[in-house]
């Protein structure tokens, strides 16, 4: 089941809570920040021990801390690609981030999940473009498992809520 909510991503209840993180995963701004901020120095600490060993995260990859004070088990930080004008993978590399999320969360015996709109604030990635690559990779993973029984998108501004809204009401979503 797919659904599209307006709000904030640090207050649903799910089994794992989704971070556009960046490569440090220090923390950053926009939902990255929130979701450090809320979770407490538990997510931060685990990132550390995650950067110790491999460095950080690379474009396109996931990785899964625990979730600290948000209600949620996990906390799956993805990096999201910085939009350059389609010029440097930045499709194929947005759509990695969720299909390797959803991997991990697979892994992890994750049954719920929420995703914020990754790359669309800082990172520029046209909205609806984004929207689009975001539902046909989680639909593709339907398809392959049975695992996740609920992904959540969650949209902080409006403009992407009616952006979600729309592809999920319509029965002709061209994804391509």
């Known amino acids: 089941m797919i659904e599209v909510i307006k709000g904030d991503i640090t207050k649903i209840k799910v089994d794992a809570i989704v971070n556009a993180a960046n490569t440090s995963l220090l923390g950053g701004s926009g939902v990255d920040g929130a979701i450090h901020k809320a979770g407490g120095g538990a997510i931060l ?6 950067r110790s060993k491999q460095g950080g995260c690379k474009v396109g990859e996931a990785v899964i801390t625990t979730a600290g004070k948000l209600p949620a088990k996990f906390v799956i930080h993805t990096v999201g690609p910085v939009w350059n004008n389609g010029n440097n993978n930045e499709d194929m590399l947005l759509s990695l981030a969720y299909s390797n999320s959803l991997k991990l969360a697979a892994d ?18 046209p909205k609806y473009q ?5 539902f046909k990779t989680v639909t593709d993973f339907q398809t392959t498992s049975d695992l996740i029984k609920q992904i ?11 952006i979600y809204n729309e592809l999920l009401k319509s029965e002709n979503i061209d994804f391509k």
């Open 45 to 50: 600490e685990d990132c550390k021990k995650i």
């Open 108 to 125: 992890h015996n994750v049954q719920t999940i929420s995703f914020p709109n990754i790359s669309t604030g800082i990172y520029r990635f």
């Open 130 to 134: 984004a929207a689009k690559i975001a």
């Open 152 to 162: 959540i998108f969650v949209c902080f501004d409006i403009e992407n809520y009616n």
